[in-house]
């Protein structure tokens, strides 16, 4: 549910990045800031602030003396310095800030490096089978509903040893998480404890009965010789959850959204397979789904912009891809895009800890989707619908098939 503000006059001194205007249409209101106003400013959320320069955004990412990620979700409360446990954050190492971090992220990487990530191609191939295959001769298809939402969430689900019975849940979760921010804090604490009780249930499961899967695998991982505290397990189990599925659901569906109006670009992927590793990197500058929030630890003047401790800083990576000092033609989709160092996967240490299974669902689903129907074109561009917060992505889009 959105609570009713006012609307937003000024973007540059009172943005608010739930408000309609952003949520339809972000790229003129960036385009227009970096010009006029390139780190803007709103009272909103206790006060925030906006970098939509590469510059800018890159700077504050790596600046971890400055800036903390205790919490990387702007809502309208503030997690307490000492709540939970300082070092790691809500939930590790998204949440954790040097040196811990370095600690929370290291443990993690083997499960997420190549080598790792393969096996789960399979898995995602037949997936996207079932999922597309009752739709081959019908003439719609919703790319979101039917398709992208899916895909992410059933694949962190097996990773994760979840049910997959259980994936409307998740994306619930993901809504009451990401979405929901504009909620009064006791709301959202509420909303928070059934998703604490489905996750101590699943891990309780995992100690009684453990298999092979990263349940498990942090269940066993150690620190110093010693098991991972409860709170971190649970908080990285929330993170996995909350990262793995509605980024990718996004860049699924913005990738295939662009596609299904631009069918001669669709039809040289087909014609040009080996194009799809370019493409998808530019789908990902341009459609970036991920903003971060950051917070000030302490009053600090940034180029001139007056900090305060515990201001928002909403680190727009998708802003930092449309700027025109960085690409040439930033606002322009071109699928063989040759130079293109984006920013879609965060800056800094905190980069995506999960950019080779991304890529790979990105890659499957596109190339199924393509292999499946040879025309498919939007069935009304103004019936589209993206999700609203830090995530933005396709959350409805019907395509006409052939
Ligand atoms: C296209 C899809 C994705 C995009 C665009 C994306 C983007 C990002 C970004 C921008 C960050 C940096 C956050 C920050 O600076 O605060 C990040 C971090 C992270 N992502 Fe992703 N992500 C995607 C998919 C995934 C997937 C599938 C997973 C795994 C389940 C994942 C797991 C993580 C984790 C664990 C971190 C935290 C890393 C750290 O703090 O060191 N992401 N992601």
Not at 21 to 31: L, T
Not at 142 to 159: N, Q
Not at 226 to 254: K, N, R
Request: glycine share 4%; aromatic share 10%.
């Amino acid at each position: 549910m959105t609570i009713s503000k006012p609307p937003v006059e000024d973007f540059a001194t009172d943005f608010d990045h739930t408000d309609p205007e952003w949520v339809a249409n972000p790229f003129p209101i960036w385009d227009d800031l970096r010009e006029r106003c390139p780190v803007a400013h709103t009272e909103r959320y206790g006060g925030a602030w906006l970098p939509t320069r590469y510059a800018d955004v890159s700077a504050i990412a790596h600046d971890t003396e400055h800036f903390t990620s205790r919490t990387v979700v702007i809502g309208n409360g503030r997690p307490g310095e000492d709540a939970p446990p300082a070092p790691m954050g809500v939930a590790p190492p998204i949440s954790s800030d040097p040196p811990f971090h370095a600690i929370a992220r290291r443990l993690m990487q083997p499960a997420f490096a190549p080598k790792a990530i393969g096996p789960y191609e399979d898995f995602t191939r037949k997936l996207c089978a079932r999922l597309l295959d009752p739709f081959v001769g019908k003439s719609q298809i919703d790319i979101s509903k039917d398709y992208a939402e899916h895909i992410p969430t059933l694949v962190i689900a097996h990773m994760v040893g979840f049910p997959q019975e259980d994936e409307e849940r998740f994306r619930e979760f993901v809504h009451t998480i990401l979405e929901a921010v504009d909620k009064p804090v006791e709301e959202r604490i509420e909303d928070f404890q059934p998703i604490m009780e489905y996750f101590e249930a699943r891990i309780n499961e995992h100690i009684e009965d453990p298999r092979d899967d990263l349940t498990s695998f942090l269940l066993n991982a150690e620190i110093a010789g010693q098991p991972l505290a409860p709170e971190h397990i649970f908080g990285t189990m929330v993170l996995l959850i909350v990262a793995g599925i509605d980024t990718t659901w996004s860049a699924i569906g913005s990738s295939l959204w662009h596609l299904a109006q631009h069918p001669e670009e669709a039809q040289r992927l087909r014609d040009e397979p080996e194009l799809m590793p370019l493409a998808i990197e530019e789908f990902l500058r341009a459609y970036a789904p991920v903003n971060m929030a950051r917070l000030v630890k302490e009053d600090f003047d940034y180029n001139g912009c007056p900090m305060k401790k515990d201001d928002w800083i909403l680190l727009s990576f998708p802003a930092a891809n449309r700027d025109p000092e960085v690409f040439e033609d930033p606002d322009q989709v071109i699928i063989d895009r040759k130079v293109n160092r984006h920013a879609a996967f965060g800056l800094g240490i905190h980069r995506c800890l999960g950019s080779n299974l991304a890529r790979m669902e990105m890659r499957v689903a596109i190339e199924e989707f393509l292999a499946r129907f040879d025309s498919f074109s939007l069935a009304d561009p103004d019936d589209v619908e993206f999700s609203q917060g830090q995530v933005r992505g396709v959350r409805k889009a019907v395509v006409n098939l052939g």
